[in-house]
C-alpha cells in the first residue's frame, strides 16, 4: 500500500460522507470571515521577488508590492501606479509621471527616487531587463513624481517588460531597501502595494500573514489580474503551508481553510462532491510540459536523434500521465506558445502530428550515427510533474532502442546538474524534464526556454540561427500582424531544430469554499475583490 | 552521580563536534545546490553563479566549515540562506510543536502501554492477552500516515470532533493546544505503544517468575500491590529503555506526522532545509537532535539508579 493510494481512498470516503449531509462547522472552524485563509502552492520560503523568482515569492509579493504597470486579462499593459507616459517619435525617451497620493507601508510617499533605484535593481535580474539596461543612456528621477528612462535605441516592449507577470517583476520598493545588491536578500518589506506583510507572524515554512494597507489608494477601474483597482476586501490573508494535498482537501472540507491554490487532479473529484466548495480552472494560461536535451554532446547534438524523440514521442501520453483521465485538462501542443494567447501558433508542428511513426524515427535515430551509448535522463522524482513525464520518456527512449541512464533524484540535485557542461559520463546530462508556465510562454519577452542562441541560451544550450532571427523580428515587430508573422516562422525554425521538446499543454483547478466570492481565473491568485461571509 | 553527569556531559562535546563535522562533509560533497533553488526554474547559470558567490558557497570546504565552526563558539548557528533569519529564530518557531507533540505522545504512551503490558503478562495466554498483543501487532505494522489518514478522516471529517491539522501554542489556552494534537499524538504514537507494551509484557513475565513474587502472593499480597508495586518496578530497566531508545523514534515519527497534520514543528523544517539544501539549518538541527540524543541516554542512565539502587555509577 502506498501513501498516494491511501490518501485518494480516503479522500474519496470522506467525500461520500460529506456529500451525505455531514458537512456542519467543525469545532476548529470560528476563524473572522474578515480573514482568508488560503493554502498556496508551496511554501513561502524567502520573500524578496527580486533575489529569488520563484513563483510563490512572486505570487505573495504581488500583495505587497504595486508596479507601475500591470498586464490585464486580455494580456495587455495597464498603468497601475504611473499616471501618464510619454514617448518621444524617436521612441528613445520615455517620460513617466507616477499617480499621487502613493504609499509606502511605513507612511511615506512613494517617490521617483524609489522607482529609479527598483527599476535598477530589477532590471539586473530580469532579462527584459537586461536587454533594456543594454540600451540604456540614463533612467533619472526628474522631480518627486517624474522620471525619465532615455535609451540608445527604440524598445517597443518597455510598457510590457515593466507590466508583465512572468518572475521578476517590476515591483517598486523604498529607495533604502531597492539599492540591496539584486544578488543579496532583503530583509526589510516594506512596500507600496494593497496590504502589508506581517513580518513578525512570519513562519517559514509554516505560515505568512498580510494586513490590508488602509492607505493604499486603489485606481478606480475595474481590477483585472496586475491591473485596475486592487480592493482588499478582507482585513488578513493568512497563508498556510500544507505539504500534504490530502492534508489541505480534508482541511478545506472541514472549513480550516477557504482557498487552496492548486488541488492535485486525484483529490478533485472529491472536492467537486462537496456542496460546500466550489473548484474550477485556476490558471486559464495552464502550464507547458517540457524536456530539453543537451545540444552538446551525443546523440542530440545531431538534429536528427533530436527530430527522432520528436517523431515517436505521444503527448497524450506524458499528459494522461499528469492529469489522468481528465480530459479537460490537456490538449496536444504543437508548438512552443500558450494556447488561446494572440501568439499561438502551430506553424511547423506537423512532426508532432498525427499518428506515432516509431519505425520511421528508429530509422532516423541510426541515420544521427548512435550506437547505444547510455543517455543520461535526469529526473527530478520529488516533483509529481516531472516524475511522470520522466517515467514516459524513459519507455519512449527504450522503445526507440536506447540506452537510458535513468537518473531519478530530487529536484535540488537535477537543478545543479542541469548546469554541467561537462560529458554526460562526467557527471553532465543529455536531457532533463521541467515544464513553464503559460504565462511565460505568451511571447518570446519572458521566455527563456525558447531562446536558441547557444552558450547563452537556457540548459541544453541550444543553437537555432533560425530561431533567433526571428525572436529579434518579433521585438522589433510594430504592430501585431508582424508579430504573429514572427511568432509563427520562429515556431517553425525551434520546432525543425527541436530547441526543445514540448510533451502537452495542461492546466490545473483551484479550489475554494463557497462562503467566498471574487476568486477569479489567472495566472496568479489574486487576492483584490475577494470577499468572505461567516 | 554529579560527577558522572558532568563526565556525560562534558563527554558529548566531542560527540557533537564529530557529528557536525560529518553532517557539515556530508552535505558539502553531496549533489546539489541551494543556489540553483533560491534561483528559480528560468535563471541563467551566471545568475545561479552570483548568487553562490554572495552565499559564500563558492568558497572552499575549510574556510566554510571554519567560518562555521567560529560563529559556533560564538553561540551563533548561523543563518538560513532561504530565509535570511537566524537559525536559532528558525529553531525556537519550530521547537514548542515538536515538544509539544513528543510530550503528549510520551505521556499517552506511558498511561496506554504499560498498564497494556502489564494486564497483558499478568493474563499471559488468555484472551485478553492475546487481543492485547494483536493490537500491538497491528500498531506496530501501520505506517504513521495511515493511521494519521484514518483518525483525521474518522474524527475530523466524520464526527466533527477535532481539526484535521495545525497547532496552536499553549499560551492561547490548553484546550485549543491540546486538540490540535490529540489526533497526531495518537498517529505517532501507535508504534511506540505497541512497541512498550511488548516490552513491558516481556519484562513482567520474567519478573512474574521470581521466587519473591511467589513469596508476596503466599503472603497475601492483592494483585495490584504484586504487579504495580513489586514488579513493575523490578522491571522497569528494560522498560525505561524503550521508552528513551523510542524517543528517537518519535523524532523520525514526527516528520511525517508533522507533514500529515500540517504542524509546524522541527521534522517538517528538517525536511524543508534537505530539500532546499539549506546548509544552516540543517546543521543547526542535527546539532540539536544530536544533543537531545544525549541527554536522554543520559536521563536513561541515571533512571536506571533510581528504578535498580544496585545500579552505581
Redesign the interface.
Known sequence: ?D?RT??KG?AG??GL??TGG?S?????QGASARTLRFVPQA?L??F?PI?????VVRNAAALVWDTLYGVDSSLVPQRQMVESEEVTDDGMTWTFKLRSGLKFHDGEPVLSKDVVASLNRWAA?DPMGLMLKAIQQELTAVDDRTFKWVLKQPFPKMLYALAKN??PCAFIMPERIAQT?P???I?DYVGSGPMKFATGEW?????AVFEKFTDYAPRQEKASWLAGGKQILVDRVEW?????P???A??L??G?IDWWENPIADLVPVLKNNKNINVDIGDPLGNIGSFRMNFLYPPFNDVRARRAVLMAMSQEDYMRALVGDDDTLWKPLPGFFTPGTPLYTEMGGEILMGKRDLDAAKKLLAESGYSGQPVTCLVAQ?QPITKAMGDVTADLLKKLGMNVDFVA?????V???R?LKTPPGQGGWNMFH?W?AGA?CINPAPY??IRANGDKA??GWPTSAGTEKEVTSWFEAKNLDEEKAAIGRLNKAAMDDVVYAPTGFFLSYTAWRKNVSGVTKGPLPFFWGVSKTA | MLSYILRRIVATLPVMAIVALFVFSLLYIA????A??????????E??E??R??LGLDRPFLIQFGSWVWRLLHGDLGT?I????PVST?IG??LGPTLSLMVITLLLTIVVAVPLGVVAAWKAGSFIDRAIMGFAVFGFSL?V??VG??L??VF???L???????YTPLNQGFWPWL?NLILPAIALGCVYIALVARITRAAMLEVLQQDYIRTAKAKGLGQGGILFIHALKNAAVPIVTVIGIGIALLIGGAVVTE????I?GLG??T??AI????YPVIQGIVLLFSFVYVLVNLMIDVTYTLVDPRIRY
Open positions: 500500500m501513501r491511501v490518501l480516503l470516503a470522506s460522507a460529506l455531514l456542519a462547522p467543525a469545532i476548529a511554501n520560503a524567502n524578496d533575489w529569488g523568482t520563484q513563483y535580474r512572468n518572475s545588491d544578488f543579496k536578500q530583509s513562519v517559514p515554512g509554516a505560515k498556510v503551508v500544507m505539504p500534504d490530502a492534508t489541505a480534508a482541511a472540507q472541514n480550516e520529488d533524484t530530487d529536484w535540488g540535485t537543478g545543479a546538474r548546469a521541467t513553464h511565460d527563456t526556454a537556457w540548459f | 549533489p546539489g545546490d541551494p540553483v533553488v533560491i534561483a528559480g526554474d528560468q535563471a541563467s547559470p545568475d545561479v552570483r548568487i558567490q554572495s538560513s532561504f530565509t535570511n533569519l528558525l518557531q519550530r505506517p500516515f495511515v489518514y484514518v483525521a478522516y475530523a471529517l466524520q466533527e470532533w477535532l481539526p484535521v491539522q495545525g486538540q507533514s500529515v497534520f500540517a509546524p517538517r523544517l525536511i524543508d530539500l532546499r539544501r539549506d
